[in-house]
């Protein structure tokens, strides 16, 4: 193993990537204990960082008889079980057949693989053997015999530590896991903010960042999904961190159902944080021999402030996570008539859409919700995945072979995991919905959850969705997914199952998820949920692009992307260009400044072209191939958050760096224009100082120091919601 190891005499566990080392001990009583996460330390193991003492009101395990210093309160600990006198957030919790519920894990053994572990039906991080290793450390209830299996993926050269537990009832006796995180790790003494990204529908993944506190903070979804309103992704952060300083440390859970991440700042200064599946109506029975997983954690240490951090992600996400073949693939320039059309066309006007998407130079066409069953608003239809032939005369293939042959691609919308009340299939079928006896069901956009726990459901639809897209040999789908889970109660399972309902709704989704991209490995996969509603890595998993927002408006768009950026990386975001006013806001920018921010993901329109003037036309075809020549970079390159939205009201500006630092691009926007204007010098980032760079605009030759140091002026003069664009390239 070379980035794992074990020291037999002092019981020391590392976990080296190239900037970050991860250290654990097997302490006293075989508790193990955390000792470091974060900048390499060389040779030295951190347990004299642990200092006991006899402290009142921090209780002792009975086996240390008169030692009176060693206390579960206090301790670091890597993986805690609730009832110990560990009175902070406990990782596990269990609830035996007596009624009782402590659980007091320690360790028992250990081993090494070469590659990444996997998981059963749940998205996380590949790895072959050059790329990874796995550390399974093996911790014991003495009483139940349940075996908690800790498993760490160490990515070396991408700076990433991945966590999961895997849990196996070895005893006799059922065991109901109340609640099972899948990561837990102890700071001593580190005084650190919480960066998180909240938001709501149509305002995604907004930036907050406070201060941690003495008791428990915590960013959580109970939605069924990872939400609109919190995100499974945080950072803690030195208080003096920056883009470019500080320690930071990002956890992201690759999950897209109910989690939670709670951080508690302790009596002792401490720091821990928990992060899993949200404990909420969240129970799971294990039978002898049963086995259950948790959703993995990604986490990432830089010691280079916040722009490093995203970077690491950025990276790990499009080389281990992401298995579409379209990760770094040029994607199609997409038109999508949702916002052209919404319910309200025919097979005629979605081809005069087509046919100006060819003129302009598109590449496919997309059409959006209402092609089937009774969708004539959105009160009807789901679940009826049959053309509708009263609004598409002579069917699907038809419309698409004549949309094929004029050269563009043909994408899809769907959303399988529901169903209309007026549908076919909820006449048929009324009981294949989540629903809790006796009780009224909740309504969300008119629609009900899909009993997706049940095979027989998930097979029905999937057939029915396979048998549309083979009849018409469709290039890309979007798959969304459009309201809360509620009515949580499936009438396949018993009664002391129903706390897996949740968790077992996430996992059918990724079970047909898995299906469709097992049966099309050439589909270019989109997610969605109402916008970025489900914007999370265990999405992609299975999509390279998730849809970043209803919002379409590029001034809102600013602070959408910019939050979303800290995480994921801009391949992933879809975002179009849409009219003005802005069908969400009633903003009117200019046309060309909605298509810089679009460019900063995956470039495509939600518009009617044919309603476009002669001169938008124009400068359509101009955003497409400028998007087209700075494609590469979005898909590949490193992203620098500039400037900071949430801060500056004068301007924002964002800049791509290929990795070879031969190129980079800077795209903005100006919001606000001044009379008498200050001159704003913005600053570049990952150039190379000594290399000359060549202003694709003016000719000017700069040296890559003068670009980050020095720095160049915005443009004067300019009025409100103006682009900004640079390009530099090495000469
Ligand atoms: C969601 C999506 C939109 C669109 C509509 C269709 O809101 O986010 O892009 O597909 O559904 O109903």
Known sequence: MKYISYDEATKVFQLHTKNSVYQMQVADYNTLVHLYYGADIGDTQASHRIIRLDRGFCVNPYEAGDDRTFSLDVLPQEYSGYGNGDYRINAMEAEHEDGSDALHLRYESHKMMEGKYSLDGLPCMFGGADEAETLEIVLYDRITNLKVHLLYGVFYELDVITRAVRIHNEGERAVKIQRAMSMEMDYPNKHMDLIHFYGRHAMERLTERLPLYHGIQSVESKRGTSSHQHNPFVILCDKSASEKLGDCYGFALAYSGNFRCE???DQMEQTRIVMGIHPYHFSFKLNKGDVFETPEAIMAYSSEGLSRLSHIYHDAYRSNLIRSKYVTMPRPVLVNNWEATYFG??????YRIAQDAKEIGLDMFVLDDGWFGKRDNDNAGLGDWVVNEDKIKGGLPKLVKRIKDLGLKFGIWIEPEMVSEDSDLYREHPDWVLRIPDRSMTRGRFQLNLDITRKEVRDHVMQQIFRVLDSCQVDYVKWDMNRSVANVYSSALPSDRQGEVFHRYVLGVYEMMEQLVTRYPDLLFENCSGGGGRFDAGMLYYS?????????????RLKIQYGTSFGYPISAMGSHVSVCPNHQNGRVTPFETRGVVASAGTFGY??????????????????ILDYKQIEHLVQTGDYYRLSDP??????????????????TVVNGVQLRNEPNPHIHLIYLEGLLPKEHYKDAQTGAVYTGAALMKAGIPLPVGLGDYQPLKFRFVMV
């Open 263 to 265: 951080i508690e700042v």
């Open 345 to 350: 066309f025919d097979e005629e006007k979605l």
């Open 544 to 556: 390279p692009q998730i849809w970043c927002s209803d919002n379409t408006d590029a001034i809102d």
């Open 606 to 623: 939600e518009l009617d072209l044919g309603r476009l003037t002669p001169e938008e036309k124009e400068m359509a075809k101009k955003q």
């Open 646 to 663: 949430f801060k500056n009201n004068d301007y924002v500006v964002w800049q791509f760096v290929s990795k070879d630092k031969k190129e």
